[in-house]
């Protein structure tokens, strides 16, 4: 089959979190199994300042928005076996990837432009795969116009939901402005979410499976509570919506053939390895080791990640002796907060404000525990990251966070693969980290628990593999 994934990031070009890595990642396992797969994405500056291969043209053709007449181009090279096309526009010629003013208006011309470029494919998908917000009214565009709707006549769309905080809110008079739609669609409730325009509503009534990250998550999203004003509608379409847990690339995180960490190793060799890997990171940033265990956090800096229940359990676990690192950026306050820790512990704590590939990796490599309590987290790759490196992720157990760490206590040392707790407090937070604190003391048992995340199996293969039940059973609807 043909699987057009349309996306408004994907590595190996472009990545701000998550995202780019599941259309990636799913996109090379689908590949590998003999499936045709096109990525469609913006043909960010950033994109152009650091590609490494050259880029072939491929067409040009304008973009109608409303009295907007404007041009887009259209780029292509291949990579890993995906053939990824580059929408060029002065949209997206920015230092920047989100964070506009004109977000809405810049990914409204990114949606009609894909839907051209498609159209112009003389081998249509078999499934245009659409994620977040930023595709998500592609379903609609096709199926809202008569043109469109018969030049893919066996074509059905998938919408993942990756995360739902992000809505793709607009005025009603976009729909005319920047879509070429009728205002009805508003009238009528198809987009309409509390009292706007949302593209991703719009996703949600017009695609014809729905997924989201996490079996979890998509219970939580059918809930009042978890569903983020999304529920109504999700259970509307229940029976075509379903949570398939994302994996992570075993080639690019394998401690086994990892180029950046100090010292390469498997689940034999862990002992020798951590201890390399975690000798190697304090001296390289500075802290002294008092033979307690290494903390991390490998995150954006942000209110969803449980910043605010994660001070009171570091500055414990500070007290303690234990060495903590952080890599990430994001809100000001949190940054602030991380300052004040680092000044009051500056030799058992580090930041780095920011983010680095392969500091990332040698953080993972040489932690005994990476923290990840987030108020809610549709999937989560950061716990499955810190697992294939024998890390135990202490985590809130949350959306795909709950549905990967298998918390441990005294029964099940021989499945256990983590540290968890339920409720969103700080007092939870700090319990949880202090009790991983205390059986990290039982070598034996440690081992066992890092042996058990390091052959947990996060891999593609099982995702890809529910991925391409959805796909087969749009294909044989009758």
Not at 131 to 141: F, G, K, S, T
Not at 218 to 230: A, I, Q, R, S, Y
Not at 255 to 275: C, N, R
Not at 451 to 463: G, H, I, R
Request: hydrophobic content about 40%; overall charge negative.
């Amino acid at each position: 089959m043909k699987v057009a994934m349309i996306a408004s990031e994907a590595r190996p070009f472009c990545k701000t979190g998550g995202l780019a890595d599941v259309v990636y990642s799913l996109s090379k396992e689908l590949v590998e199994v003999g499936e045709e797969v096109i990525v469609v994405m913006p043909f960010y500056k950033k994109v152009k300042d650091t590609i490494k291969q050259p880029v072939d043209f491929v067409c040009s053709y304008f973009v109608d928005m409303s009295w907007r007449h404007q041009e887009a181009k259209v780029y292509t090279c291949v990579a890993d076996g995906i053939k990824y096309y580059f929408i060029e526009h002065w949209y997206f010629d920015r230092d920047g990837i989100y964070g506009y003013g004109d977000d809405g208006e810049r990914f409204a011309f990114f949606a009609l432009a894909a839907r051209e470029l498609l159209a112009r494919e003389e081998k249509k998908p078999d499934i245009i795969h659409v994620h977040d917000w930023q595709a998500a009214m592609l379903p609609c565009l096709v199926k809202e116009n008569q043109y469109y709707r018969d030049t893919f006549p066996k074509t059905h769309f998938v919408l993942t939901i990756h995360n739902p905080a992000f809505q793709g809110m607009l005025d009603r008079d976009a729909l005319g402005d920047l879509f070429n739609l009728s205002p009805s669609l508003y009238d009528e409730g198809k987009v309409r979410l509390e009292w706007r325009v949302s593209t991703l509503k719009a996703g949600i009534v017009y695609a014809d499976k729905i997924t989201t990250v996490s079996p979890t998550h998509h219970e939580e999203l059918l809930t009042p509570e978890g569903g983020m004003h999304l529920d109504a509608d999700l259970r509307l379409r229940e029976w075509d919506f379903c949570g398939i847990l994302n994996g992570i690339d075993y080639l690019e995180f394998n401690p086994e053939h990892d180029p950046f960490i100090a010292k390469q190793y498997t689940s034999k060799t862990l002992v020798s390895g951590k201890k390399a890997n975690h000798d190697a990171l304090l001296k390289e940033l500075g802290l002294s080791d008092y033979g307690y265990p290494l903390f991390s956090i490998v995150s954006r800096l942000t209110w969803q990640k449980g910043l605010d229940i994660l001070f009171p359990a570091m500055e414990e676990l500070a007290y303690r002796g234990c060495n903590i690192v952080i890599l990430g950026s994001g809100e000001y306050k949190y940054e602030q907060q991380l300052e004040n820790l680092r000044a009051a512990y500056p030799d058992k704590v580090a930041i780095y404000i920011g983010y680095s590939d392969p500091l990332a990796h040698r953080i993972y490599a040489a932690s005994d525990f990476f923290m990840m309590p987030s108020l809610f987290e549709p999937c989560g790759l950061g716990q499955m990251i810190a697992q294939r490196y024998g890390a135990l992720p202490i985590v809130r157990r949350t959306g795909g966070l709950k549905d990967s760490v298998i918390n441990f206590d005294s029964s099940n040392a021989e499945t256990s693969n983590g540290f968890g707790f339920d409720n969103y407090s700080s007092d939870d937070m700090r319990y949880t980290s202090v009790y991983a604190y205390d059986t990290w003391f039982d070598t034996k048992l440690i081992r066992k628990l890092m042996k058990n995340a390091m052959e947990t199996d996060n891999s593609w293969k099982k995702s890809a593999e529910n991925y391409l039940g959805v796909y087969r059973e749009l294909i044989n609807r009758k």
